[in-house]
């Protein structure tokens, strides 16, 4: 991505309602297995960017690794997290950097869509190679190829995902899902509604990364209520799957047999 998104990331991503709400959800989803660990466990981030995920991970395992591609983006991760472990690789190829069976929990946070990933599949089957039996994955990427507009393209997006189609890829690298479901469905109409204006507009352009709008931190009083509202979501999506959403999550797990 490009340094100024990078930047602009790393000021927001502590108290935005977008990035609070999906740690949130990824707690919810994890929290009772990672209490149920015997120590001393490792978690992976891979394409940890600015490493606002990482002390989230370090909630849930005593060890905690961020891989990034991006000598810029592990800059800021250690501003974050001073004695963190970090790995400056490709996610591409991560596999060779971890003996295999040695990761309790890997996530991957929006890392797929990009168009530096080669091949999903590749990369889905060094996750199941370096995570122990019972280990697991948990991956979010953004939803639905119709709401794809400039905001990917300032990421360097290359697609978005339906659930199915996740699901396949990840079941086809050997893991088993134990949950999904699309997430942020509140802002589903929204997102749809600006896909169709920049269409409409168009908006093949590519747009300066300096300052993307909706990364901007609304009023404090506005986000604390967003962050409220979506936990009506999170409770939602512990008894249900959703049928819509901005972003898809996945919680897979490698056989506790192999």
Same mark, same amino acid.
């Given at each position: 991505m490009d340094r100024a998104f990078y930047l602009q990331t790393s000021?927001?991503?502590d108290r935005h309602w977008w990035f609070v709400h999906r740690r949130l959800l990824v707690h919810d989803w994890l929290a009772d297995w990672a209490r149920g660990l015997d120590g001393p466990t490792r978690a992976l981030d891979i394409g940890c960017g600015?490493? %606002?995920?990482?002390?989230? *991970?370090? #909630?849930?395992?005593?060890?905690?690794v961020g891989l990034d591609r991006s000598t810029t983006a592990l800059e800021l991760a250690?501003?974050?997290?001073?004695?963190?472990?970090?790995?400056?690789?490709d996610a591409n190829e991560f596999g060779a950097r971890f003996a295999p069976r040695s990761l309790d929990l890997i996530s991957i946070f929006n890392v797929l869509y990009h168009q530096w990933i080669e091949s999903e599949s590749r990369?889905?089957?060094?996750?199941?190679?370096?995570?122990?039996? %019972?280990?697991?994955?948990? *991956?979010? #990427?953004?939803?639905?190829?119709?709401?794809?507009?400039?905001?990917?393209?300032i990421d360097h997006g290359a697609r978005r995902y339906r659930r199915k189609?996740?699901?396949?890829?990840?079941?086809?690298?050997?893991?088993?899902v134990l949950r999904t479901s699309y997430f942020n469905s509140v802002a589903f109409p929204p997102a749809l509604a600006l896909a169709a204006l920049e269409k409409l507009l168009g908006g093949s352009e590519r747009p300066s990364p300096g300052d993307v709008g909706e990364l901007r931190v609304p009023p404090q009083w506005l986000n604390g209520s967003i962050v409220a509202a979506l936990g009506i979501e999170r409770a939602l999506l512990q008894h249900v799957r959703l049928p819509i959403?901005?972003?898809?999550?996945?919680?897979?797990?490698?056989s506790t047999r192999e």
């Open positions: 000021r927001i991503e600015s490493g %606002g995920n990482l002390p989230l *991970l370090g #909630e849930l395992c005593d060890e905690v250690r501003e974050k997290q001073p004695s963190g472990e970090l790995v400056e690789a990369v889905l089957t060094q996750v199941r190679d370096a995570l122990r039996p %019972g280990g697991r994955l948990i *991956l979010t #990427e953004p939803a639905f190829p119709i709401l794809f507009r400039r905001h990917d393209v189609p996740l699901m396949k890829l990840v079941e086809g690298a050997g893991l088993r959403g901005v972003g898809v999550a996945l919680l897979a797990q490698r």
